[in-house]
């Protein structure tokens, strides 16, 4: 199986083991580094603990055994995608609307690599924002191309 498919299949097996938890999937994926991981991405309203990691785990590890869908030797790791998550999903960033965020780009944007702004709203091809220059919000909101940008976070105030 290709990765994508992997990740696919193994979505269609985690929603069924958190159907009557108050627990979400936020991410799977299935990535090669040294050796290949399967990472489960959790989270509920009041944060995730190693109790739920280690339900869902286990869950997921039974149907896994049984099933035996990926050939790789793979490990397979279950915890909370963190604070700094990067945006990905449509709920990621309607969950985010009104609320400062960071974005990556690719190549320099209008001469920067990186923009602090607040989230105005999303579509598949396009983000818009205002700008935060000097801590302060820009008037104008801007529009700017999915195309161009490697990662958005939420921004996190220290």
């Not at 969950?95 to 320099?108: E, H, L």
Request: proline letters at 5%; hydrophobic letters at 35%.
């Amino acid at each position: 199986m290709k990765r994508e498919e992997v990740e696919k299949f193994i979505t269609e097996l985690v929603t069924p083991i958190l159907q009557d938890t108050d627990i979400t999937l936020v991410d799977v994926e299935y990535v090669r580094e040294k050796d290949w991981y399967l990472r489960i991405f959790i989270d509920k309203p009041e944060g995730i603990e190693i109790d739920d990691c280690q339900f869902v785990s286990e869950k997921l590890a039974e149907i896994l055994d049984e099933k035996d869908p990926i050939k790789e030797k793979y490990y397979l790791e279950v915890s909370s995608p963190g604070i700094d998550r990067p945006l990905k999903k449509d709920n990621d960033f309607e969950t985010n609307y009104g609320k400062k965020i960071d974005i990556q780009f690719f190549a320099p944007f209008e001469g920067n690599k990186e923009l602090t702004g607040v989230l105005l709203s999303h579509t598949e091809n396009v983000i818009e924002v205002k700008r935060i220059v000097k801590g302060k919000e820009d008037k104008n909101p801007i529009t700017i191309d999915r195309k161009l940008i490697a990662v958005i976070r939420p921004h996190i105030d220290f």
